[in-house]
């Protein structure tokens, strides 16, 4: 199950030729995540403070299709793609929205990888009741005829 979030892009969000910068494209798979974990009914800052709980992101990639510009509508895509251990990786694409004009199109896809850690940094397993949702969204995406 992939949770879809709707932005518009902002004009500091691009370079001198108006094309949005490259980096924001990973600002915007944060926002997918972010997202992803609030659709799931956990908020990523409760995560942190009751289950002392985060996900530093240990790597990170993008692959660019087109460029998005400013005032695009832009979708982020965003899902868990593998969770083992303490090591937890999202999925994301990003498109400009359909318009009357235009098809939905394509953007950027990528991954982060993170490893769930205490506030100390420790390796530690994601918490059971976020875990368990993902296990379930991850097998979904692998065996789709089964959902």
């Known amino acids: 199950m992939a949770v879809t979030t709707t932005v518009r892009v902002r004009y500091a969000e691009t370079d001198q030729m108006g094309v949005v910068y490259y980096a924001n494209y990973l600002v915007w798979f944060e926002v997918g995540r972010v997202e992803y974990l609030r659709g799931l009914g956990y908020d990523y800052r409760q995560m942190e403070e009751t289950d002392g709980a985060i996900l530093p992101v240990v790597e990170a990639n993008c692959r660019y ?43 950027a896809e990528g991954e982060t990888t993170h490893v769930v850690c205490d506030r100390e940094l420790n390796k530690r397993p994601l918490p059971e009741r976020v875990a368990e949702p993902m296990r379930r969204a991850i097998h979904a995406l692998k065996h789709p005829a089964e959902v």
Do not use: M
């Open 65 to 107: 299709r087109a460029p998005a510009r400013y005032d695009d509508l832009i979708e982020i895509e965003a899902s868990p793609i593998l969770l083992r251990g303490a090591v937890l990786k999202f999925g994301y694409r990003i498109y400009r929205a359909a318009t009357e004009a235009a098809e939905r199109q394509l953007l």
